[in-house]
């Protein structure tokens, strides 16, 4: 017998009617799939192609530019733009904010299209990031828009692909977070709705351990404190390292580095971005029953972003793990 698995298609329609909600996001997140694929397309041939290398330019977070940061960067471009409901998009990958259709659009994104750069040249698992905005509409009237970057509070939805692994991770706001599989056909069905496990004998720490005597003294007290609780576990990006959390619960964190030795290296505003990499998993977390905070212990859902590439340090996970590391950072 063949097993027919609910597809994202009947799942988000059933969601926009039970909340009545407009098609113009059906068609957003079509484009989004569709660029995912494609992205999943060039990676899997990527090592075949040259294409797992530096492209030879740097970006403005000083960073080397890959060939897949451009190829990714470039289809999320295409199929946003090919929506015309996107007003803003905000990408890792340009400096500038990048202007879609600003009279009709609705939407503004926010996207990191290739995260866990490390991970490319090993053709490893990475992600495509984004989250979601909309226009100030009250209902038929529209409102004047004042074209401000949004907090993650304000945000409607994230998502996250795990390419190439064909898994695609959805929260919708007050609707729950969502995970769907990429069937034999290429579809995606079989939304499970994720909730942090409550038992904490799964869950698992996630840092990047060779930085911890760059963090600040109160982090390291803690990580000595209660590393021996839990299994350790770090992909080295973000979207693998919190997909696996989703499942099995604990705390992922990229704190504040301020103890380097060479004080240049220090990064006290955090590594990862706000807009489209800390925001996305706070909000997925919110949504499936944790929580994420910042350096200072405030929710990373709630910090007003001055820049669209704006950094944090970030703490993400299970509710009682963040409000124990929230404490220690309160203090
Ligand atoms: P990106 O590849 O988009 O620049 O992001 C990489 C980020 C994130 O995915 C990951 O969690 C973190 O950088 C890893 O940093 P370290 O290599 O410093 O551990
Ligand atoms: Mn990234
Ligand atoms: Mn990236």
């Known amino acids: 017998m063949i097993q027919f698995e609910q597809t994202f298609r009947n799942f988000l329609l059933r969601h926009q009617e039970k909340y009545n909600r407009s098609y113009h996001f059906l068609i957003l997140m079509y ?6 694929q494609r ?3 060039y990676y899997r041939t990527g090592a075949l192609k040259d294409n797992l290398g530096v492209a030879g330019s740097i970006n403005i977070h000083g960073e080397n530019v890959l060939r897949m940061d451009q190829i990714a960067h470039e289809i ?8 015309e409901r996107v007003i803003q998009a905000v990408s890792e990958e340009t400096d500038d904010i990048i202007d879609m259709n600003r009279d009709g659009g609705r939407y503004f994104l926010y996207f990191d299209p290739l995260d866990g750069s490390s991970n490319v040249a ?3 698992p990475v992600g495509f990031m984004f989250g979601i905005a909309k226009r100030n509409l009250d209902g038929n009237i529209q409102g004047p828009e004042d074209f401000h970057l949004r907090s993650g509070r304000e945000y409607i939805a994230t998502g996250m692909f795990v390419i190439p692994t064909g898994m695609f991770t959805l929260a919708l706001r007050e609707a729950g977070c969502w995970r ?10 079989k939304p499970s709705r994720m909730m942090l496990p409550e038992d904490s004998r799964k869950w698992e720490l996630s840092y990047n351990a060779g930085n911890i005597y760059t963090f600040g003294e109160k982090i390291q007290k803690w990580i000595n404190i209660n590393e021996k609780k839990y299994t350790f576990r770090y992909l080295g990006a973000l979207a693998g390292d919190f997909h696996r959390l989703l499942l099995n619960g604990g705390m992922f964190m990229y704190p504040a580095i301020v103890n380097h030795p060479d004080p240049e290296k220090n990064r006290p505003q955090g590594k990862l971005r706000l807009m489209y990499e800390a925001n996305v998993v706070a909000f997925m977390c919110t949504e499936a029953g944790g929580d994420a905070v910042d350096e200072t212990g405030t929710p990373i859902l709630d910090l007003p972003p001055e820049k669209h590439h704006q950094r944090t340090a970030l703490y993400v996970g299970s509710k009682p793990l963040i409000d124990d590391i929230a404490k220690v950072l309160r203090k």
């Open 76 to 83: 999320v471009i295409h199929y946003l733009n090919s929506t």
């Open 31 to 36: 484009a989004i799939i569709a660029a995912a």
């Open 39 to 41: 992205i999943e397309l």
């Open 180 to 189: 769907f599989h990429a069937d034999e056909t290429n579809t995606y069905v």
């Open 122 to 124: 090993h053709g490893l």
